[in-house]
């Protein structure tokens, strides 16, 4: 499920169910999607499984079709397809989409599709079930002609299991993403650079960014990470103090434990020594 950014309207799909868009305030059905045409070879349906759906801004978005008003919708069965979403469309069937997935053949994706983001208006993030985030260049998939494999044109590394949501911020280059490996990273859009990793000790299915400048700041001082001697002077070479061994410190103490213990022994048989010799002269005398 997915709801506009005006908030007047949500999608929903699913197994065997094809996309619907309804309107909130009159729960009426405005939109509907249609699958893709039968297999050429077999002439049976494509299934149908949208396991993550995202509307794609109107604003930040080149035109599709020659449309703006567009829906992303990724499948269970490792496919990116393309909606026009206007109530007056031509078609209902995706403008684009990447091409079935075929073992024999080499995929653009390989894994069910979990979750979407919109970077910007060309490109889009997809994270799957088995922890990839492809950023895919929606200029360069052709549909049927040719596997479309050039549209990938990068990743972000990080995520060990399913990524459930992945979610950019609203003014900064900043994109944040869970899953199933308990683990919250965020990432710098510009060169895809994970900038924090946290373990949050539960499997994880969804987030939010708060409202506060708590990342602004981060952002500006994210090269002031680094401690500086009193001159100022970053370059200055560090202080090295030599290495200690416990070890060797309790073996050099026991050495002067025992090297007293010999010299008071030696003093005890010294003045031992010296009372015997007295006690001989006494009885001499």
């Given at each position: 499920m997915a709801m506009s950014d005006d908030g007047n309207k949500i999608i929903v799909g699913g197994r065997e169910r094809a996309a619907t868009m309804m309107d909130i305030e009159t729960g009426e059905t405005t939109w509907k999607a249609k699958n893709l045409p039968p297999n050429p070879q077999t002439l049976l349906q494509q299934p149908i499984w949208s396991s993550a759906i995202e509307f794609l801004s109107k604003t930040d978005t080149a035109q599709i079709g020659g449309s703006t008003d567009l829906l992303a919708i990724g499948t269970a069965y490792k496919q990116l397809q393309i909606y026009d979403i206007r109530t007056d469309a031509v078609q209902r069937r995706p403008v684009i989409y990447t091409p079935e997935w075929d073992s024999t053949k080499e995929n653009l994706?390989?894994?069910?599709?979990?979750?979407?983001?919109?970077?910007?208006?060309?490109?889009?993030?997809?994270?799957?079930?088995?922890?990839?985030?492809?950023?895919?260049?929606?200029?360069?998939?052709?549909?049927?002609?040719?596997?479309?494999?050039?549209?990938?044109?990068?990743?972000?590394?990080?995520?060990?299991?399913?990524?459930?949501?992945?979610?950019?911020?609203?003014?900064?280059?900043?994109i944040?993403?869970?899953?199933?490996?308990?683990?919250?990273?965020?990432?710098?859009?510009?060169?895809?650079?994970?900038?924090?990793?946290?373990?949050?000790?539960?499997?994880?299915?969804?987030?939010?960014?708060?409202?506060?400048?708590?990342?602004?700041?981060?952002?500006?001082?994210?090269?002031?990470?680094?401690?500086?001697?009193?001159?100022?002077?970053?370059?200055?070479?560090?202080?090295?103090?030599?290495?200690?061994?416990?070890?060797d410190e309790n073996m050099s103490t026991n050495g002067e434990d025992d090297d007293d213990e010999e010299e008071s022994s030696d003093e005890s048989d010294d003045s031992e020594s010296d009372e015997e010799t007295h006690t001989k002269k006494k009885q001499r005398v």
């Open positions: 994706l390989d894994h069910r599709v979990t979750s979407l983001c919109q970077l910007d208006s060309k490109s889009i993030v997809v994270g799957d079930s088995a922890g990839f985030m492809h950023t895919l260049d929606l200029r360069k998939i052709k549909n049927q002609h040719g596997r479309s494999t050039q549209a990938s044109v990068g990743r972000f590394t990080g995520p060990a299991g399913s990524v459930r949501q992945i979610m950019k911020h609203q003014s900064l280059p900043v944040a993403c869970v899953g199933l490996d308990r683990m919250l990273r965020t990432y710098d859009i510009r060169n895809r650079k994970q900038l924090d990793c946290v373990y949050l000790k539960q499997r994880l299915n969804c987030m939010l960014f708060c409202p506060d400048e708590t990342w602004v700041n981060e952002i500006e001082n994210e090269d002031q990470d680094y401690e500086i001697d009193d001159d100022g002077n970053i370059d200055a070479e560090d202080h090295i103090v030599d290495y200690i061994n416990s070890s």
